[in-house]
Every structure is written in C-alpha cells, then in structure tokens.
C-alpha cells in the first residue's frame, strides 16, 4: 500500500462509508435522509458564506490534527491535546491584554510563541515522564488535560477576570495582538495560513531532516532505531513537547484570530477531535489538512442541516460520524501499536 | 532396560514445516516406560519442535503420536496434561507476578465460580515438594524465586497432575552445577518410580552421565537412535566424540568453494574484550567473563548452541545492554558503556540476527532502511536537508554491488523476500570498508550464490582493513569464511580454534561441551 | 473547622464517589484481563442516557438501570470486538466508544426529548435500623441502593478475583495470554465477557447519575468522572478495595470543594480547583512512580499479531 492510498484513498472510502451509516441513523430517527445530506453539503460549502466558516473550523481542527499526528508518528499517543490547547490559548491572552506597548507584529508574535511555550511544557512533562519513569503517556496526558481545565479555570475566575464583565473571561487582548483577518467580512483570520505553514514546515521536518528522520523511526521500530544509534528517550520527549508547542499554538490562534480574549470553555473539544483528524489524516502533515477541512466542513454543515431540516437532524451527528471513521480506521489500520 | 519394557511414547513419521523451514522431516521416536531418553541436536535440528509436538502446543503435519500404544492428538499442553504427559519448556511457563500457589492451581480444570483449591493444592505440593528438594513459600510471587526453584515448580505442576511421561528442554541451560546435580538425581528418581523422561539437551556430558538411550537429530532428521547404557548407573557405551561427530555431521568436503582465509594486518588488536560478564536473563545463560582480541584483517568467528552468552556479547559490543564487569576496547578506546552513536561514529557496523526486530523498519522503503545507522553522516545530506534521492542512490549501490532482487530502490521494504531483505541489511553495512564489523547470522536465509557472495564482501572488506566478527549457527560458514573460531558454551568463552583445530568435529564437540576447551 | 467536616459532608463524599467507583470496577475487570478501557466515559454516559430513556419509556427507575446496563455491555462488546477480533489498538477503539457515546446521547436526546422529562428514578432506601450504629448509621441511613453497591461491590469483586478459578484465569490472561492459552484457558472468551461487564458497570455508575438524584439526562453528563474512575483503578493499584478506596478518597476531595467553595480550610484559602485537581495530579504521581511503583497487568493492552 502506497502513501497515497494510505493516505487519500483509503480514507476517503472509510468517510463516505461513515456518512452512509449516519444517513442510516438519519433516516432510522425519522428525518428524511437525503434532504439530511444535501443541506448537510450545502451548509458545508455551497451556500454563501459556507466556505469561509467551514475553513475557520479548519483551523483549529488542522493544529490539534498536526499535535496528535507528530506524536504517533513518534509512538506517542497524545490525548493530551486538549489541555495544551487551553493552556496555550490562556498564556496568549494573557500576553494580548498584560502587555502593552509592543507594535503589532511583534505583540502578536510574542502572544504566539507564548502559546506555543506554554503548550510545549505541558506536552514535555508527559513526555518526560514516559521516558523516563515509563509513565503511559496516554493516563498522563488525559490526566494534564483536567489540570489543565481546571488551572485555566482558577485563573480566568480569579486572577485574570476581566473587571468589566460577569463571564469568566479575560479582558480583551490588545489590538496589537490581534491576528490580521483574511476575508473581509468574515471571522476567518491568517490563522489558517499559520496552520498551513505549520502543516508544510512539519512536512518538511519530517521528510527532509535527521531529526524527523529518526523521529518516524522511533515510533516505527524503537528497536531497530535504538541500534541506529538514536536516542530514544530524547525522541520521546521532544515529540511530546513539540506536539504540545502545536497544541499550544492551536489555542493561541483561535483566541488571537477568533475571540480576542480568552473565556472559559471556549473549546468545544477541539482537542479530542485532533485525534479523529490525525487518525483520518494517516498521520501526514499533508494528510491532516484534509482531514481538518472534512471535519471543519462536516460540522459547518451540519449546524445549517440542524436548522433547515425537519424535524431537524442533530447536529452532533457528526461526532458519530467521527466515530465510526475511528472504528473502522482502528479495524483496519492501528496493528502493532502497543496501547 | 529390556526389549521387553513397553513403550510409552511413539512418535511416528512426524513431518513440520514452518514457512520454508521442514523444522521435523519423518521423525520416529519410540521411548520405553521407565528409560531417561535423551534427543540431541544442533540449533535447528528440531528437537524443541518435535517436544512441542508431543505436548500439544502445535500438531504435526503429517505423522501420529501414540501414548501407551493409543492414538493420540493433543489440541493444547492442558489436554496432553490431562493424558499424562507434561513438558517443562526452554520459556518457563510461570506467570511471575502470580503466586506460586496460583501458578501451580492455574492449569486445573475446577469450575468457574469455585473456590480456589488453595488448602487441597497446597498440602499435596508440600508433599510434592518434599520430594523433589523444593522449599518454597507458596504465596510469593512466582517470578521472585530462584531459576532452581522456578524450575522446581514447574515440575511440581506436573507432578501434581501425575504426570507419567516428563520432558524437559534444555533444563540445566541456566542452572548453576550443582543444583543440576540435583536435578539429575530427581530424573533418576523419576525412572525408577516408573515415569518416562525425555531430556533435550545440548550437553553431551549429560547424555553420557544421565540417559539410558539416545536420539540423535540433524537438520530436522533422525541421524542415529543409540542405547546409552544397558542398566541405570552402567558406563556409557558410547563416547562424546562419536556422539558429537553424529551431531554436526562428517567432516566431508566443503561445498565447491576454497576456504576465504586472510591474514592480519597489525599486531595491535582492533578490537579487545576483557572480562565482559552480562547476567543471565530467562532462559539465556548470559556472558560470564569473556575475553578476546580481533584484529585488523581478520574474520573472528563465535559458534555455540544458541542460549550460549551469543545474544549478550553482540548486545554488549554494540552498545545494547550494559555489562556488569569487564571492558571493551576498540582501537585502544574504552567503549565499554558508550552508547549505540558513539560506536557507530567509530565505525562499527552491526548486522543484525532478527532484522525484522532490530535490522530494519518495515514499513519503510528500501532506500529509507539503506541509511538506518547511517543517518548523521554527511553522505545523505545535511541535518537540515536529507536526501532522499541520494538514499535511493545509496539502496541502488548495495541492490547492485549485492545483486538484491527489488522492484525498485524506492520499494516498500517488506516486498522484497527475506533473503533480499538480509541482502540490504548486509549490504548496508559492507558498502564501506568499516571498522568493525558485528555480524549475526549475516547468511540466515539466503541462497548458495547470495551466501558466497556476502562471505567474499566480508573478506574483501577486512582485506581492506576491516574487522569483523561472525556469529553463526552455521558450523559450515564458520569453516569457510573465519580465521580463528571462538566457542562459547554455557556463558564463556571455553577455546578459540584456528589452523588444524579448526574442524567441524572439534567445534561441534566444544559447543556441546564434550570436551573442555583450553581456556574453560 | 468543625462545620465544615460534618457527618453531611461525609455522606455526600459517599454519594459523589459512587458512579466513581462503580466504574472503577468496571475498569478493573477489562484491565485485569488485559485489556484497556478508556471507553469507561462514553459507556457511563450511555448508560446514564439510555437509563434515563428507558425509564421515562417504561415508566420504572429499575428497569431504567437494566437498560442502561445493556447498553454499556453493548458499548463493551464492540470494543472488545475491535480489540480482539480487530487487533485494534485499545486505546483509539476507547476514545470511539466515547465519541460515539458523546454524539449518540445528545444526537438522540435534541431529536427524540424536546423538552427532557423527568424520569422515575431509584428511590433511596431508608434503612433505618442502621440509624443507631454510630458513625455508620449517620452515613448510611437514607442512601440510594447505589451507595449500597458501592460499598459492597468492591468485596464480591475482589473475592471473584482472588478466590476463585474464574477470577485467577482472568487474572492469568491479563498477564500473560500466550501462557494462559498454554495452559488450556480461553483468553478470548475471558477478554470479551470482562470488558462487556465492565460496560455495563460504567453505565450502572451513569444510570446513578440520571436516575438517582435529579431524574434526568442532561448533555455531557458524565463529566470527565469515567476518567478519574480510570485514575482511581490506577490510584488503587488495580485492585478493587484499592480502587474503592481511591475514589472514595476522590469523592470526598469533591465533596470538600464543593462545601468549601473558596472559603478558608485551616486558615487557608484554598481553591476549589486546587482540590479538583488532586485526583488527577496525584495519579501522575502514583504513575510515575515517585510513590511507589503502580504497575498494571502485563499483557494489558498488548495487540497480538496472530497465535
């Protein structure tokens, strides 16, 4: 099996396979199927306005997708995602409305890399405890992520509320520190373009440099790599820590591009959908970005079915959609990776 | 021991075969109640297979298995326990973390929601266990007992099913002499109560000292079945070299090929090893103090059944597992405890025995394997821009120079055949004159032409100034391709044979411990 | 001080350590036979939904909770359907369950119950002949059957696992499935049977939640507790009166937070999130060793190429 099929034409054929099985719920609940799936299209792209929504969905959702993706490939499975997200996205903010008087590249920038750093540590921390103590970083990473939850939390009720408000919020960000917007007219911000450029540098890392050469080996045959005279535990953290950093960054682009200040549970899992995008996405950089576009579609889409279709079809079809891809996926793919 | 003595186990014409391997061709057995009937063989031979066979582990592909003259088809070891019959294998079966009470209870046929037999179970094992020597607290966990005592139990739970018919694997492969003193008296115990013992070894001291007859195995054949001695405690009839010279073979005339000799090309040793212990682990007997010199120039050859300390030497040369005593020195460089990099850098080159394991990655295509150790140096490019056309450059030298059968450089690896793929992994690490070079079955799996042609790149290399050192199962390469021959038997390095020692006679014996090495 | 650690704010420990718990055996069972059930969430949250459904349906709390249980076992067997059959890797079939479980519940409660009617739940059992045991009989005196459970579950489920041939097979198949076979055990059937149970007990601990205390489902209910029942299962050294213990110890950690809500514990202010989070922070600590080690089965979610 090619890249190629690995990565487009099987999934392709196991998403139109799960869309059948949701117009099968679909009809099953008593909505008509087909009028489901057509608004469900329309919603996606076709109407106006569609396009651009459906690619702000995308960008979240190709972060988190990259995050998840760089730690298979390293044998790391990062449910952590989540939590890397809200942390990274509440360090950001904190930089967009504490600190003043930066011109605005600069502001914006240093609101990411901010991100990306807070994200970072709280992938490496997994991480580290994986290679060093052998922690399974799947119960730590999920175990951070309520940490996480729960420090983003303190922090936006407590310490950095916003004043003026009753919502547990933090105050505005800077306009300094604003991600400039793409489209005119909509919410889409250059934030795609940063998910874009991380997916083609990931791309580029791993394909064409030492380190993402041995990284793909460690998460293929630690053994073999082990006496290829690559540092194993090294790999292992770093992954974990560089998945973290696009966690991170995933969280610091929707609150500089999309809210500009960062609220509580701002995040409708974006994370946990990360592991759908990397897992349909084949783990390829290239892969995920048409993951994140199916899924940021999917859900665009499905919002507009819910209210054009009656009775009217659940927009959280989608999520069993995800799950059926990730069932079948799981079938016919994920062999010989230990749990 | 009469003609009269019923037989207890026949197996007859037993025919595996494993994927290309014909692991057990037209085997017949016949053992007598009451006899210790030793099976003997090299690596290969097929002696673990055919016992597996008769414990039930797997079925035969052709050929019957009678038990006190029934027909019988055992679908799993708890069937063939229930008729009688019980192994205790190379792999301890014993669950560590289970306690010894546990293990011993684990096989019993009790209903699902009943209670543990612990009290019933534990009174007729201390019985038992009295018996054979064995003291032991019940509720420890399996795995913190000594290999002995583990040993021990595993035979408790046979005795505890009554089993009548006892094999045992290799048993003596890691215990200390005189707890294998004691085994041998238990065995002796054994046949006298009645019981039928099949013991597979490689030892061919305890053929001559222990068994009452014994069955010779070669490449998956019967070669000899010979009686031992006439009554228990008799001299053996025959002698260790006979016996071993059955093993490996006559001398006979090496296949069309002159032997590859060099020559050094220094004095001073490429490669120097004092001392190296590693601990035992399982199964495997582990390094115990050994010592050796390689020198440019030349092919060192290690020979020896497998479990002999091979696996911990190549781990510890490379880098793999750290030796507890001992050093290593490559060019007058203490690389003892220096990682896998470290070597590579200095140009050691590792062929892997399992290069599904440790040689290659599968899911990666030719080229992509062509640099695996190889990755760092500046031949595939940059830290920051790896070639990979310039891997497929590198995949299509060794597909040529080895003449590796490939659709393409850029190939999935896992489409080649498992000679082709041995051919890359050898390739790998010969296309430049290395420093030294660690080999282990570097011909496993391929043909004539491909072995000759692996050996002459071997040579060629040290020729150039390399080094190497050849593990192998294959008492013929070793004639034909290594200067000196180091044999490793139970954990040390007992002789190191060159010129007129170097015959297959001689090693086959040094390998079953016949004869006492000059260093042992 | 003292009007904080009142016999109330025990018995409410009780009742938040239960779905806890009853989980937490769930995953105890599948873990012990080797195989890892991250789906615990989604099948809790199932059970809570389709307890809730079928109550409201059929009009009865118990016959609410059977369905329920159904339905985890359901969830169960399609994991252990993946995992076995499939070989797939148990943790990306887990997280299905839950997404599918996630998407389903709320898929069918915005399509099929408008406005979510209450159900008729599980009455709490009087018990009054406990009330003159001190101690015991403040706490347990006006309990729901599933507080009951909680506390007793854990001692059946821990003499099935250690007294019996059943409970030392599965047991042997959790750590080591090739000597298990060796040894004539039917690892499969094991596997499967444990992980449709533990379905079930995860969507027992949700039935708790919808049909114990408000008598409705509401949209993510489960909340994250089907995770802490796998860190009590951690926490407890994957044993079942550890784990009970675990997540009693989490429940009470809620309970006080709950009371507390910011307000000074021993002259100082703690956070309720600093105590939220105890349970997951100390299960990093117990998996990383720096309190002794807690080591899990050995075969646990290994995937097996073949015989």
Redesign the interface.
Request: hydrophobic content about 50%; aromatic content about 8%; some cysteine.
């Given at each position: 099996m090619t890249t190629a099929w690995r990565t487009v034409v099987l999934p392709a054929v196991v998403f139109v396979v799960a869309v059948l099985v949701a117009a099968v719920?679909i009809a099953l609940?008593?909505s008509p199927p087909l009028p489901a799936l057509a608004a469900w299209w329309e919603g996606a792209v076709s109407a106006p306005g569609a396009l651009p929504e459906s690619l702000l969905n995308t960008t979240p959702l190709l972060f988190t997708g990259l995050a998840v993706a760089i730690g298979l490939l390293a044998g790391q499975?990062n449910?952590g995602v989540e939590g890397q997200l809200l942390v990274g996205a509440l360090a950001s903010a904190w930089v967009g409305f504490a600190v003043s008087g930066l011109p605005a590249p600069v502001h914006v920038v240093l609101a990411l890399l901010a991100g990306a750093l807070t994200g970072a540590i709280w992938g490496w921390v997994p991480g580290i405890?994986k290679a060093w103590?052998g922690?399974?970083e799947?119960?730590?990473t999920?175990?951070?992520n309520?940490?996480a939850i729960?420090?983003t939390?303190?922090l936006v009720t407590?310490v950095w509320k916003d004043p003026n408000s009753m919502s547990p919020q933090t105050p505005e960000a800077l306009p300094s520190a604003w991600l400039p917007t793409l489209v005119e007219g909509t919410r889409l911000s250059v934030g795609l373009l940063i998910a874009l450029a991380t997916a083609l540098i990931l791309w580029y890392l791993l394909?064409?440099?030492?380190?993402?050469?041995?990284l793909?080996?460690v998460g293929?045959?630690p053994?073999?790599a082990?006496?290829?005279?690559?540092?194993v535990s090294r790999v292992i953290w770093t992954s974990m820590a560089i998945s973290g950093a696009i966690g991170g960054l995933a969280g610091a682009v929707e609150v500089l591009g999309v809210h500009h200040r960062y609220y509580d549970q701002f995040s409708p899992g974006y994370g946990?959908d990360g592991?759908?995008v990397a897992?349909l996405g084949n783990n390829h950089p290239l892969g995920a970005v048409l993951a994140a576009f199916v899924f940021g579609a999917m859900k665009n889409g499905a919002v507009y079915m819910q209210s054009v279709t009656v009775?009217?079809?659940?927009r959280?079809?989608?999520?069993?959609?995800?799950?059926?891809i990730?069932?079948f996926?799981?079938?016919?793919r994920?062999?010989?990776?230990?749990? | 021991m009469s003609n009269d003595t019923p037989v207890v186990v026949h197996m007859e014409n037993i025919c595996k075969r494993f994927g290309a391997v014909q692991a057990n061709n037209h085997i017949t057995v016949s053992v007598r109640q009451g006899t210790i009937h030793a099976i003997v063989g090299e690596n290969g031979a097929g002696k673990t297979t055919l016992m597996n066979i008769l414990y039930g582990v797997f079925p035969p592909d052709s050929g019957a298995v009678y038990l006190y003259a029934q027909p019988v088809r055992f679908r799993s070891p708890a069937e063939a326990l229930q008729a009688g019959v019980g192994m205790v294998s190379q792999h301890y079966a014993l669950i560590p973390r289970l306690s010894v009470l546990e293990n011993l209870m684990l096989s019993g046929e009790g209903a699902s929601f009943s209670r543990l037999p612990r009290s019933q179970v534990r009174v007729r094992a201390q019985e038992l266990a009295e018996v054979i020597g064995l003291q032991a607290d019940w509720y420890a966990p399996a795995g913190s007992l000594s290999v002995s005592q583990q040993q021990k139990v595993e035979i408790l739970k046979l005795l505890l099913r009554d089993a009548r018919v006892l094999v045992f694997d290799e048993p003596t492969a890691v215990l200390p002499p005189a707890d294998a003193e004691a085994f041998f008296a238990l065995l002796h115990r054994f046949a006298e109560e009645g019981r039928t013992v099949l013991l597979v070894t490689h030892k061919l001291q305890e053929v001559l000292e222990h068994a009452d007859e014994v069955t010779v195995l070669r490449a998956g054949e019967v070669v000899a079945t010979l009686p031992v001695r006439e009554k228990p405690a008799a001299p053996p009839q025959v002698d260790a070299r006979t016996l071993a010279r059955l093993i490996v073979g006559e001398e006979g005339v090496l296949p069309e090929e002159e032997m590859l000799q060099g020559k050094r090309l220094s004095d001073q040793p490429r490669l120097r090893v004092e001392g190296l212990t590693v601990p035992p682990v399982r199964s495997r007997a582990g390094l115990k103090g050994v010592s050796l010199q390689v020198y440019p120039g030349e092919v060192f050859g290690i020979a020896g059944v497998d479990g002999s300390g091979q696996a911990e030497l190549i781990d510890a040369l490379?880098g793999?597992v750290p030796p507890t005593q001992g050093h290593i020195w490559l060019d007058g460089e203490d690389v003892t405890h220096a990682?896998?990099?470290v070597?590579?850098?200095k140009g050691v080159r590792?062929i892997?025995e399992d290069r599904h394991?440790?040689?290659?990655?599968?899911?990666?295509s030719v080229a992509?394997n062509a640099?695996?150790?190889l990755?760092?140096e500046d031949r595939f490019?940059s830290?920051?821009?790896?070639?990979?056309a310039r891997m497929k450059e590198f995949a299509q030298r060794i597909i040529h120079r080895f003449a590796v059968r490939a659709p393409a450089a850029d190939a999935p690896f896992s489409a080649l055949s498992g000679g082709n793929q041995q051919k890359v992994v050898v390739g790998r690490a010969l296309m430049e004159t290395p420093a030294l070079l660690i080999a282990g079955q570097p011909t496993r799996g391929l043909d004539a032409a491909s072995t000759r042609a692996v050996h002459h790149a071997i040579r060629d290399a040290c020729g150039q100034g390399a080094c190497a050192l050849v593990v192998s199962f294959d008492l013929d390469e070793l004639l034909t391709l290594c200067d000196r021959v180091g044999v490793l038997f139970d954990g040390r390095l007992v002789d190191v044979v060159a010129g007129e020692r170097k015959r297959r006679e001689e090693i086959g014996a040094l390998m079953v411990g016949a004869v006492k090495g000059g260093r042992a | 001080m003292g009007e904080v650690f009142d016999i109330e704010l025990f018995r409410s420990a009780l009742r938040l350590a239960t779905p806890l718990a009853l989980a937490a055996m769930g995953g105890i069972l599948s873990e012990r036979s080797g195989v890892?059930n991250?789906g615990l969430e989604g099948q809790m949250l199932m059970g809570a939904f389709v307890g809730w459904a079928a109550a409201v349906a059929l009009g009865n709390g118990w016959l609410g909770v059977l369905c329920g249980m159904l339905a985890g076992a359901l969830l169960g067997f399609?994991h252990a359907l993946?995992t076995q059959r499939?070989?797939?890797?148990?943790?990306?079939?887990g997280?299905?369950?839950n997404?599918?479980a996630?998407?389903?519940t709320?898929?069918?409660?915005?399509?099929?119950f408008a406005m979510p009617p209450g159900a008729s739940g599980v009455p709490e059992w009087s018990l009054q002949w406990l009330q003159p045991i001190p101690l015991l009989g403040g706490l347990l005196s006006r309990q729901s059957p599933f507080v009951v459970l909680m506390l007793v579950l854990p001692f059946v489920l821990h003499g099935l696992l250690y007294h019996t041939m059943w409970g030392l097979r599965v047991r042997a198949a959790g750590e080591s499935a090739r000597k298990s076979r060796l040894a004539g055990i039917d690892v499969a059937a094991i596997r499967y049977r444990c992980v449709m149970w533990s379905g079930a007990l995860a969507a027992l601990a949700g039935t708790y939640l919808s049909l114990s205390q408000l008598n409705v489902f509401t949209e993510g209910m489960s909340a994250?507790k089907g995770?802490i029942a796998?860190?009590a299962v951690?926490f407890g050294r994957w044993t079942p009166l550890g784990a009970t213990a675990a997540a009693l110890g989490f429940g009470f950690l809620d309970a006080l937070q709950q009371r507390l809500q910011g307000e000074t514990l021993f002259g100082v202010r703690v956070?309720s999130?600093?105590l939220?989070?105890l349970p997951?922070?100390l299960?990093?600590i117990a998996?990383?060793?720096l309190v002794g080690r807690s080591i899990?089965p050995e075969d646990?979610?290994?995937?097996e190429?073949g015989e």
């Amino acid at each position: 099996m090619t890249t190629a099929w690995r990565t487009v034409v099987l999934p392709a054929v196991v998403f139109v396979v799960a869309v059948l099985v949701a117009a099968v719920v679909i009809a099953l609940s008593g909505s008509p199927p087909l009028p489901a799936l057509a608004a469900w299209w329309e919603g996606a792209v076709s109407a106006p306005g569609a396009l651009p929504e459906s690619l702000l969905n995308t960008t979240p959702l190709l972060f988190t997708g990259l995050a998840v993706a760089i730690g298979l490939l390293a044998g790391q499975f990062n449910i952590g995602v989540e939590g890397q997200l809200l942390v990274g996205a509440l360090a950001s903010a904190w930089v967009g409305f504490a600190v003043s008087g930066l011109p605005a590249p600069v502001h914006v920038v240093l609101a990411l890399l901010a991100g990306a750093l807070t994200g970072a540590i709280w992938g490496w921390v997994p991480g580290i405890l994986k290679a060093w103590r052998g922690a399974h970083e799947v119960i730590t990473t999920i175990m951070m992520n309520y940490i996480a939850i729960y420090l983003t939390q303190y922090l936006v009720t407590r310490v950095w509320k916003d004043p003026n408000s009753m919502s547990p919020q933090t105050p505005e960000a800077l306009p300094s520190a604003w991600l400039p917007t793409l489209v005119e007219g909509t919410r889409l911000s250059v934030g795609l373009l940063i998910a874009l450029a991380t997916a083609l540098i990931l791309w580029y890392l791993l394909k064409r440099t030492v380190w993402g050469y041995e990284l793909r080996a460690v998460g293929a045959n630690p053994e073999a790599a082990r006496a290829a005279g690559i540092q194993v535990s090294r790999v292992i953290w770093t992954s974990m820590a560089i998945s973290g950093a696009i966690g991170g960054l995933a969280g610091a682009v929707e609150v500089l591009g999309v809210h500009h200040r960062y609220y509580d549970q701002f995040s409708p899992g974006y994370g946990f959908d990360g592991i759908a995008v990397a897992l349909l996405g084949n783990n390829h950089p290239l892969g995920a970005v048409l993951a994140a576009f199916v899924f940021g579609a999917m859900k665009n889409g499905a919002v507009y079915m819910q209210s054009v279709t009656v009775p009217a079809v659940p927009r959280e079809i989608t999520t069993v959609v995800q799950a059926v891809i990730i069932f079948f996926l799981a079938a016919m793919r994920f062999r010989q990776r230990g749990g | 021991m009469s003609n009269d003595t019923p037989v207890v186990v026949h197996m007859e014409n037993i025919c595996k075969r494993f994927g290309a391997v014909q692991a057990n061709n037209h085997i017949t057995v016949s053992v007598r109640q009451g006899t210790i009937h030793a099976i003997v063989g090299e690596n290969g031979a097929g002696k673990t297979t055919l016992m597996n066979i008769l414990y039930g582990v797997f079925p035969p592909d052709s050929g019957a298995v009678y038990l006190y003259a029934q027909p019988v088809r055992f679908r799993s070891p708890a069937e063939a326990l229930q008729a009688g019959v019980g192994m205790v294998s190379q792999h301890y079966a014993l669950i560590p973390r289970l306690s010894v009470l546990e293990n011993l209870m684990l096989s019993g046929e009790g209903a699902s929601f009943s209670r543990l037999p612990r009290s019933q179970v534990r009174v007729r094992a201390q019985e038992l266990a009295e018996v054979i020597g064995l003291q032991a607290d019940w509720y420890a966990p399996a795995g913190s007992l000594s290999v002995s005592q583990q040993q021990k139990v595993e035979i408790l739970k046979l005795l505890l099913r009554d089993a009548r018919v006892l094999v045992f694997d290799e048993p003596t492969a890691v215990l200390p002499p005189a707890d294998a003193e004691a085994f041998f008296a238990l065995l002796h115990r054994f046949a006298e109560e009645g019981r039928t013992v099949l013991l597979v070894t490689h030892k061919l001291q305890e053929v001559l000292e222990h068994a009452d007859e014994v069955t010779v195995l070669r490449a998956g054949e019967v070669v000899a079945t010979l009686p031992v001695r006439e009554k228990p405690a008799a001299p053996p009839q025959v002698d260790a070299r006979t016996l071993a010279r059955l093993i490996v073979g006559e001398e006979g005339v090496l296949p069309e090929e002159e032997m590859l000799q060099g020559k050094r090309l220094s004095d001073q040793p490429r490669l120097r090893v004092e001392g190296l212990t590693v601990p035992p682990v399982r199964s495997r007997a582990g390094l115990k103090g050994v010592s050796l010199q390689v020198y440019p120039g030349e092919v060192f050859g290690i020979a020896g059944v497998d479990g002999s300390g091979q696996a911990e030497l190549i781990d510890a040369l490379m880098g793999l597992v750290p030796p507890t005593q001992g050093h290593i020195w490559l060019d007058g460089e203490d690389v003892t405890h220096a990682p896998p990099a470290v070597r590579l850098r200095k140009g050691v080159r590792y062929i892997a025995e399992d290069r599904h394991l440790r040689g290659a990655i599968l899911e990666w295509s030719v080229a992509e394997n062509a640099a695996l150790g190889l990755q760092r140096e500046d031949r595939f490019g940059s830290r920051f821009s790896l070639s990979f056309a310039r891997m497929k450059e590198f995949a299509q030298r060794i597909i040529h120079r080895f003449a590796v059968r490939a659709p393409a450089a850029d190939a999935p690896f896992s489409a080649l055949s498992g000679g082709n793929q041995q051919k890359v992994v050898v390739g790998r690490a010969l296309m430049e004159t290395p420093a030294l070079l660690i080999a282990g079955q570097p011909t496993r799996g391929l043909d004539a032409a491909s072995t000759r042609a692996v050996h002459h790149a071997i040579r060629d290399a040290c020729g150039q100034g390399a080094c190497a050192l050849v593990v192998s199962f294959d008492l013929d390469e070793l004639l034909t391709l290594c200067d000196r021959v180091g044999v490793l038997f139970d954990g040390r390095l007992v002789d190191v044979v060159a010129g007129e020692r170097k015959r297959r006679e001689e090693i086959g014996a040094l390998m079953v411990g016949a004869v006492k090495g000059g260093r042992a | 001080m003292g009007e904080v650690f009142d016999i109330e704010l025990f018995r409410s420990a009780l009742r938040l350590a239960t779905p806890l718990a009853l989980a937490a055996m769930g995953g105890i069972l599948s873990e012990r036979s080797g195989v890892v059930n991250i789906g615990l969430e989604g099948q809790m949250l199932m059970g809570a939904f389709v307890g809730w459904a079928a109550a409201v349906a059929l009009g009865n709390g118990w016959l609410g909770v059977l369905c329920g249980m159904l339905a985890g076992a359901l969830l169960g067997f399609l994991h252990a359907l993946l995992t076995q059959r499939f070989r797939a890797n148990h943790v990306v079939s887990g997280m299905a369950v839950n997404l599918l479980a996630a998407g389903l519940t709320v898929f069918l409660l915005r399509r099929f119950f408008a406005m979510p009617p209450g159900a008729s739940g599980v009455p709490e059992w009087s018990l009054q002949w406990l009330q003159p045991i001190p101690l015991l009989g403040g706490l347990l005196s006006r309990q729901s059957p599933f507080v009951v459970l909680m506390l007793v579950l854990p001692f059946v489920l821990h003499g099935l696992l250690y007294h019996t041939m059943w409970g030392l097979r599965v047991r042997a198949a959790g750590e080591s499935a090739r000597k298990s076979r060796l040894a004539g055990i039917d690892v499969a059937a094991i596997r499967y049977r444990c992980v449709m149970w533990s379905g079930a007990l995860a969507a027992l601990a949700g039935t708790y939640l919808s049909l114990s205390q408000l008598n409705v489902f509401t949209e993510g209910m489960s909340a994250g507790k089907g995770f802490i029942a796998l860190a009590a299962v951690i926490f407890g050294r994957w044993t079942p009166l550890g784990a009970t213990a675990a997540a009693l110890g989490f429940g009470f950690l809620d309970a006080l937070q709950q009371r507390l809500q910011g307000e000074t514990l021993f002259g100082v202010r703690v956070p309720s999130e600093v105590l939220l989070s105890l349970p997951y922070l100390l299960t990093i600590i117990a998996l990383a060793g720096l309190v002794g080690r807690s080591i899990p089965p050995e075969d646990l979610g290994k995937q097996e190429e073949g015989e």
